[in-house]
């Protein structure tokens, strides 16, 4: 499949039913955004109506619930789910995930994950009663390590973000926003390899939408994809790169990418830690800095919302060290 529709997200809410908690809602604090100007001369955003996704309390602290469910869910109703369980490789977030599922389904879980894993998401994996095995310290090493155990043991071979139903799941999220949003005028994600992105700007684009795919200056898959007109490899160096390190973005992110309204913008490291303490301070919000990166889009001036225009800022995840909330700052 190269291309995701809407059809696949409608599919994706149906199994998924009362399986994942509802996203909830909130407004934007003035101090978050900026009334006549966001932190450190950032873009004057008071006179947008700015939303935020709470997706970070969603089973497992993040979006990638929605994906796993919706991946066991379907193979389950296919009778393609082994005995031998599933396996999967993650920077942490999609692991977790998969592991929940895997347990509600009574069947084991193996994550494969780099070396540099977030100690904070090894210790929740674990919790789960999922098997860990680290390997290298790129995504690509664990990946290969991943699929070389499905191929020799039968394991069902999940993905973190790279497989439609997977997207498909992540696309539900949009679907419960636009629900109690129905003016939306603009949903802001962040963007790692494009699942989350792929199935949110393809529910958007069914909705007349507009999707802003925000990513790390120094971890733009998706941007550089966008460039080439191709997917691509890219070099992976930003502080948001446990969840958006993704060295290629998926031709399915590509896809959805190419529709007729849809932004990518970049933002630098410095203005994600910004954000996130932002959050942190203003809401008392502790989201990791792939979450933040998604509001970064307006406080770094990457995205401007015009007068009026009705925003959805989507804060995707909040597994990470709140001990690290001021350090970076100083």
């Not at 997706?55 to 469910?69: I, N, V, Y």
């Not at 977790?96 to 100690?119: D, H, K, M, S, Y």
């Amino acid at each position: 499949m190269n291309r995701l529709t809407y059809d696949d997200v409608k599919q994706a809410g149906d199994r998924i039913a009362g399986r994942v908690r509802p996203v909830v809602l909130a407004p934007a604090d003035p101090g978050a955004t900026g009334p006549t100007g966001g932190p450190a001369g950032g873009p004057a955003v008071g006179s947008a109506e700015v939303w935020l996704a709470l997706e970070f309390l969603q089973h497992t602290g993040s979006f990638k619930a929605r994906g796993a469910q919706n991946f066991l869910q379907a193979h389950r109703a296919a009778g393609t789910l082994p005995d031998t369980g599933v396996t999967i490789a993650s920077g942490g977030n999609a692991g977790l995930a998969c592991a929940w599922a895997a347990r509600a389904q009574g069947i084991p879980a193996t994550v494969f994950l780099p070396e540099n894993a977030p100690p904070v998401k090894i210790a929740r994996l674990r919790s789960y009663g999922a098997e860990v095995r680290l390997v290298g310290t790129r995504y690509a090493e664990a990946l290969a390590a991943c699929e070389e155990y499905a191929a020799r043991s039968g394991a069902l071979a999940s993905h973190a973000y790279d497989h439609p139903l997977i997207a498909a799941g992540a696309g539900t999220l949009l679907e419960e926003i636009h629900r109690q949003l129905p003016g939306l005028d603009t949903v802001v994600v962040a963007v790692g390899g494009g699942g989350l992105f792929a199935g949110v700007a393809t529910a958007a684009g069914h909705h007349g939408v507009r999707a802003v795919a925000a990513e790390p200056e120094n971890c733009r898959a998706l941007n550089a994809a966008i460039e080439a007109g191709t997917v691509v490899e890219v070099l992976v160096d930003s502080i948001a790169s446990d969840s958006l390190g993704a060295s290629r973005a998926t031709p399915l992110a590509l896809a959805a990418a190419q529709q007729a309204d849809v932004r990518s913008v970049l933002v630098p490291d410095p203005e994600i830690s910004r954000a996130r303490h932002t959050l942190w301070d203003t809401h008392r919000i502790p989201v990791e800095h792939g979450a933040a990166t998604a509001l970064a889009a307006l406080t770094s001036s990457a995205y401007r919302p015009s007068p009026g225009e009705r925003v959805c800022v989507i804060l995707c995840g909040a597994n990470t060290d709140t001990g690290t909330l001021g350090a970076e700052l100083h």
